[in-house]
């Protein structure tokens, strides 16, 4: 298995070994691959922003260095990789964000002025949106890099992903869990893709695949393919800081009422000063038609308005 170094990576790839090796009864060597992202101190948005975490990893996978990858999926881009296919989604963590303040303060506790870091457009935005008179200021580094700089008191506080502190075992840390109605999450945040060689294009991938496929979660799969078919077409007339959130709704069989997808999304202008916030519901077969429609309703509302504005 393909694997970035960081301690996050590694706890998230472990897991997934582990859960192979139970399903297959076979052993999972780690195999660590440096990314762009790694080595690079830049903010994310200037060195591309989308892709740096993943494509050499990808580069890894196409040449028959490893077998498989592990990636957060908030970090793989929403195109298709020619040769490359996701055998799984896992069940996904909680996707909200999380609070990590001084003293044990909430949100609403920071005082006016207060520093807290966030490498995020995203979370910049709808924290500069909230109207708490905080002051932002951009960090980039791993989860633990970050949490020393509210421990050391050069931040008040600093925003990060809520799976991403329970998975490195430092939930404890956390002061609040942030509502999706304050801060909407990432799309795909808290998800992981699993990700190995076509085996359509690939028939030596096979098997690899069909391993894979068992821990693929139907429902997370679903959620997640909404908001990436969202941003997928946002994309494509917006680069304005997005955050969006699917929740799955069971139906009832006896009733014949089939199982729903509330999705809702927002695009900020980057200094929170303008959004457009929306939201659907409708069958969760129809998960990619409706994340896709949710968008070019956003767009045809002004979303395209706020890409121009970040252009400009």
């Not at 580094?141 to 600093?158: C, F, I, P, Q, W």
């Not at 909407?184 to 690939?202: F, K, M, N, Y």
């Not at 927002?266 to 939201?279: F, H, I, K, W």
Request: negative net charge; proline residues 4%; charged residues 25%.
């Amino acid at each position: 298995m393909g694997t970035r170094g960081s301690a996050l990576a590694m706890a998230q790839s472990t897991a997934i070994a582990a859960q192979v090796t139970e399903l297959t009864g076979r052993q999972v060597e780690l195999v660590t691959i440096t990314t762009a992202g790694d080595v690079s101190t830049e903010p994310l948005a200037s060195m591309g922003g989308v892709g740096v975490f993943v494509n050499a990893l990808r580069e890894a996978l196409l040449a028959g260095e490893v077998d498989f990858a592990v990636h957060s999926l908030k970090d793989l881009p929403t195109a298709d990789a020619s040769g490359l296919v996701i055998a799984a989604i896992p069940q996904r963590a909680d996707p909200r964000d999380a609070l990590v303040a001084r003293d044990g303060l909430v949100l609403g506790e920071l005082p006016t002025g207060s520093r807290v870091g966030t490498g995020s457009p995203r979370r910049a935005a709808q924290l500069h949106a909230l109207g708490l008179g905080l002051e932002v200021v951009g960090v980039r580094g791993n989860v633990d890099t970050r949490l020393k700089l509210v421990a050391s008191g050069e931040l008040d506080a600093v925003i990060l992903a809520r799976a991403g502190l329970v998975r490195l075992g430092r939930a404890d840390e956390i002061t609040e869990t942030l509502d999706p109605i304050q801060m909407l999450p990432a799309p795909g945040q808290g998800a992981l893709a699993v990700e190995c060689r076509d085996p359509d294009t690939d028939s030596a991938a096979a098997d690899v695949f069909a391993a894979l496929r068992g821990l693929d979660d139907p429902w997370t799969r679903a959620v997640v393919t909404a908001e990436r078919s969202l941003l997928a077409t946002l994309e494509a007339g917006c680069s304005a800081p997005v955050g969006a959130l699917g929740e799955a709704i069971e139906g009832d069989p006896e009733t014949g009422e089939e199982d729903e997808l509330y999705l809702r999304a927002t695009v900020l202008a980057t200094d929170g000063t303008d959004a457009v916030r929306q939201s659907t519901t409708g069958p969760l077969v129809e998960a990619e038609v409706l994340g896709r429609k949710l968008a070019a309703e956003m767009l045809a509302d002004g979303a395209d308005l706020l890409m121009q504005e970040e252009s400009a």
